[in-house]
């Protein structure tokens, strides 16, 4: 009776150690959304070059909703994943859940976007664009197309989220450092949505009219918000220099028809590839620097011909 | 006929009990202590807020600014951090919680504003008064350590958080089952001509009502704030359907009258165990979306079609 008892046992716990052997590394992706002009193909991306190291993924999205990804955190840690790769949408909400992660021992970098410092103590590594870099070379291109003066709006994403904070930040620092006579009328949110763009542009131009010399958006989305609500209030008039972010191929079509003035290329591609290659470096025991950025390119009529749209 | 009544009965529990099977033969180890105690707490904020939610569609009334209050009462608890300290912050913002509680019952009672109206317009008020507050920026608590320790695991299974949550469930379900004033509230969802006329007053129930529904959005709001160290205008956005979704799946009526704790309880675990499950399967968020809302669909026709024998009533939270 005892016998067949700890043969069952026996049998149980090869199985159970056979089944764990044979498991390949998993590592969780909390994303930012998974139906997205930029998150969509740095996800595929991403997943792509996984299956290529062997990496099996799970996949979850946020929504854009802080809330639902410190949950998630949880669901990975509960599944005791090898790794996560989280895209933070806020600086502070998720310092519980990484701190969670490493008392697990499962190591986690950030995608995408930063958080505040005091997160780094709980974080491998952050891979992605310079956002606050992208604000400066934005800066530097408006200031250009209006002469060193003028007065410009700025159509900011999502309130709170660090690519928001960086690439609004790097423009208005790097207006004051170079002592730019351009002054900002006002900063408004747009949360990276064409749509909210095109509405909040409407008051824009209805309040200030044609006190806009120029206009910074955070991503091209949003400027093609811009554009489309100056065709309605002023048909046939000339936009302002607009200056967006990314590097979409609507924003090319726009440079090339005079519409856009620049936008400055950060391919979702190699965002999603360098975090996975990163986090599958960090699984095979080496060390990796804490920051590791991804190529920007700023593009205006000059050199869109020659280079790539992100997307 | 009676396996049927017993079934429908008991819809939630089944429900519960199927997914949580289905969950565990799909999911390696889905019935862990580490997995429960996730659901159970990731369960808590929707259900804190689901607790005053029965109570005011038992009174035949909604609240459609917990979201927004949830997300002003954060705010509060952590802007004042640095002046108050941490608890009495914490305390203002449940008063905060409360005190847009009562915004709504005067809303709803003294200004006879329809509820849904009421309440819709105060969504938007608090929720721009969130991000006039804030500036539209998250903002930092000043103890992040605090926020690590709070999001501990105790007795192997409760968060703070799900252990005020099954605390809280458990005495609703004693107020509305063993209390006057618990029966009250049913008599005036149900009809609030005759419970006027029996001598009870709906205006103030509902009034009352108002302010428990607040301070319990803004109990989890202050919570939420606290374990991630962040008041923050956005938070909240998305509470409000899986709110409404798990006290409707847990047999509560919009059409007042009708509810209980237990079935809250059952319909906040049933939503999770589900979310926390299809997650665990890399599941996309859209898909997890339509598996709730069927479920949602089913629930409630099923509570339609086949009407319980009389003696479920007092079980499943006084019905007449």
């Known amino acids: 009776m005892a016998n067949w008892k700890r043969r069952l046992l026996v049998g149980t716990l090869a199985l159970l150690a056979s089944a764990s052997w044979a498991q390949a590394k998993t590592v969780c992706y909390v994303t930012a959304a998974d139906a997205h002009a930029y998150a969509t193909p740095a996800n595929e991306a991403l997943e792509a070059r996984a299956k290529e190291l062997g990496i099996e993924m799970i996949t979850l999205s946020q929504n854009f909703d802080v809330q639902t990804g410190t949950e998630q955190l949880g669901t990975c840690i509960a599944r005791s994943v090898d790794g996560i790769i989280l895209w933070p949408l806020d600086p502070q909400a998720y310092i519980p859940g990484l701190a969670r992660a490493q008392q697990a021992g499962i190591p986690a970098i950030l995608i995408n976007s930063p958080m505040d410092s005091q997160a780094n103590q709980f974080i491998k590594s952050f891979t992605g664009p310079d956002v606050y870099e992208e604000g400066e070379m934005a800066a530097d291109s408006l200031n250009g197309a209006l002469g060193g003066e003028g007065s410009v709006i700025i159509i900011a994403g999502q309130a709170g989220n660090g690519t928001t904070i960086g690439r609004v930040g790097g423009f208005v620092d790097r207006l004051a450092e170079i002592g730019s006579k351009v002054e900002v009328l006002d900063t408004v949110n747009a949360d990276f949505d064409q749509q909210k763009a095109l509405v909040v542009s409407r008051d824009l131009i209805t309040r200030f009219g044609d006190k806009i010399d120029g206009v910074y958006a955070n991503d091209d989305t949003m400027a093609r918000g811009f554009i489309d609500a100056w065709k309605e209030a002023n048909p046939g008039k000339p936009t302002p220099p607009i200056v967006g972010i990314n590097g979409q191929k609507d924003a090319f079509a726009s440079i090339k028809s005079g519409e856009m003035h620049s936008t400055i290329v950060q391919s979702p591609v190699e965002d999603g590839r360098l975090a996975i290659e990163t986090i599958a470096e960090i699984l095979d025991g080496k060390e990796v620097e804490a920051r590791r950025p991804i190529p920007l390119t700023v593009v205006t009529s000059e050199n869109v011909d020659s280079v790539e749209p992100a997307f | ?320």
């Not at chain 2, 165990?273 to 299809?278: D, E, I, K, R, V």
């Not at chain 2, 599941?283 to 339609?304: F, H, K, S, T």
């Not at chain 2, 003696?311 to 499943?316: E, G, I, Q, V």
Request: glycine share 12%; charged share 10%.
């Open chain 2, 1 to 320: 006929m009676n396996l049927g009544a017993t079934i429908v009965r008991f819809r939630v529990a089944v429900i519960l009990g199927l997914t949580l099977l289905c969950a565990s033969l799909l999911v390696p180890g889905f019935l862990g202590a580490t997995t429960l105690s996730l659901g159970l707490d990731r369960g808590a904020t929707v259900g804190l807020i689901a607790i005053g939610m029965t109570v005011l569609l038992i009174a035949r009334q909604i609240d459609l600014s917990v979201g927004s209050t949830f997300a002003l009462a954060g705010i509060v608890a952590v802007m004042l951090q640095p002046s108050l300290g941490i608890w009495p912050a914490a305390m203002a913002g449940l008063i905060a919680g409360a005190a847009a509680g009562a915004i709504n019952g005067l809303l709803v009672v003294t200004f006879k504003v329809n509820p849904l109206v009421a309440t819709l317009a105060t969504m938007l008020i608090f929720r721009s008064a969130a991000h006039w507050l804030t500036d539209s920026q998250p903002v930092p608590g000043t103890d992040i350590m605090l926020s690590v320790s709070l999001s501990k695991i105790h007795l192997g299974i409760f968060t703070l958080r799900s252990a005020l949550f099954i605390g809280a469930v458990l005495l609703l379900h004693v107020w509305l089952t063993r209390t006057v004033a618990g029966r009250n509230l049913f008599a005036v969802g149900s009809n609030a001509e005759a419970a006027k006329a029996s001598g009870i007053s709906p205006g103030r129930t509902v009034f009352l009502g108002f302010i428990f529904a607040g301070l319990f959005a803004g109990l989890a709001g202050v919570l939420q704030s606290l374990t991630t160290n962040t008041g923050s205008p956005v938070f909240g956005s998305e509470l409000l359907v899986a709110v409404i979704a798990a006290v409707v799946v847990g047999g509560t009526r919009i059409e007042g009258g009708r509810g209980s704790a237990l079935g809250t309880l059952g319909g906040v675990l049933t939503i999770a165990s589900l979310t926390t499950a299809m997650e665990f399967q890399s599941v996309p968020a859209y898909v997890q979306q339509v598996v709730a809302g069927c479920i949602l669909i089913l629930l409630v026709v099923l509570d339609r079609t086949v009407r319980p024998g009389p003696r479920s009533h007092a079980a499943t939270g006084g019905t007449h």
